[in-house]
């Protein structure tokens, strides 16, 4: 991994936090290239972490071990075309954290029989090294690319392996959308410690201290959230009249609702961005 250079072809928010997280876990800056047309990109990344920097797609593709397609999926395809000739010189691991952007697509797009593809989905708490991502990798990709790519998504978090690519839109669903469903939550108890009556402040801290809590209580404990939750629901207290509420509420199948729904955007996504 030290010896292996690794280049990335766009040097956004996820970019800057991989690239974050792999200096911090030891990779030399020498090692790591960034292509970005945007100079602000560039000048931070270069600034930051004394990376290199470049708007040279094919220089980057031409030398990485490890190419890390980190672009938005709308430029994927003109972004993959345009370097499929150095991709085909070099045939480096190419990792694609694009959402909905299928390997077999990139595969077309990169134009190179049997180049080894990991997709990854990170979510955005990897910007302060706390993500977590689903992977998963084609035909092509060996034990050693496999842990290649789990190193550098490690670097933000968790990791998880998806046994199939067609899952990547369930874990697009939950994990890739989830901060957002977290954050919906933490609004709302917000707003209901507000309504009743504490000031803004203090239900906020409130609140987002109780989510961070309870997250750490959840993943260093052996039971399940079930579990835990019953744990904490004494008969006849305050919190069984809460969750009473939530559940005559149908939470839980709201939540179905909404992950079902997500997961047929994201299918729906990769469709129309595979196009052509
Ligand atoms: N942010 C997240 O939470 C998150 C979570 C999961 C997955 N992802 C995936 O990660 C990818 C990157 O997301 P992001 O939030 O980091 O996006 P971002 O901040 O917009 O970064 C993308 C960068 O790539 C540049 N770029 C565009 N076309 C390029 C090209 N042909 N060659 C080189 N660079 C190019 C963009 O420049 P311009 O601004 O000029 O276009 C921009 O600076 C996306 O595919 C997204 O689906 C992100």
Not at 235 to 253: D, N, R
Request: aromatic share 4%.
């Amino acid at each position: 991994m030290q010896d292996l250079t690794i280049g990335f072809i766009g040097g956004g928010n996820m970019a800057r936090a991989l690239v974050g997280g792999l200096i911090a876990a030891g990779v030399p800056a020498r090692n790591v290239w960034v292509s970005d047309p945007v100079e602000e990109q560039r000048a931070t990344l270069a600034a930051q972490y004394n990376i290199h920097t470049t708007t040279d797609n094919t220089a980057v593709a031409d030398q990485s071990d490890v190419l890390v397609l980190a672009v938005k999926p709308q430029q994927m395809r003109a972004a993959a075309t345009a370097i499929a000739l150095a991709v085909a010189r070099r045939r480096p691991l190419v990792v694609s954290i694009a959402a909905g952007i299928r390997m077999d697509d990139l595969a077309r797009w990169l134009d190179t029989p049997q180049l080894a593809i990991v997709r990854a989905m990170p979510n955005t708490p990897a910007l302060v090294q706390s993500g977590a991502s689903g992977l998963c990798a084609n035909a092509w990709t060996d034990d050693e690319g496999r842990t290649i790519a789990e190193h550098i998504l490690r670097a933000v978090g968790l990791v998880q392996w998806v046994p199939e690519e067609s899952m990547m839109d369930a874990v697009t669903a939950l994990s890739g959308s989830g901060p957002a469903y977290f954050l919906l939550v933490m609004e709302a108890l917000h707003q209901a410690g507000v309504a009743m009556g504490l000031p803004s402040e203090q239900a906020r801290l409130l609140t987002l201290q109780t989510a961070f809590g309870t997250a750490r209580l959840a993943l260093e404990s052996e039971a399940d959230a079930a579990e835990l939750r019953r744990r904490v629901t004494s008969p006849g207290g305050t919190t069984e009249q809460a969750i009473k509420v939530l559940q005559e509420g149908q939470l839980e199948a709201l939540f179905e609702r909404a992950l079902l729904a997500a997961q047929k955007r994201g299918a729906s996504l990769a469709a129309q961005y595979g196009e052509g």
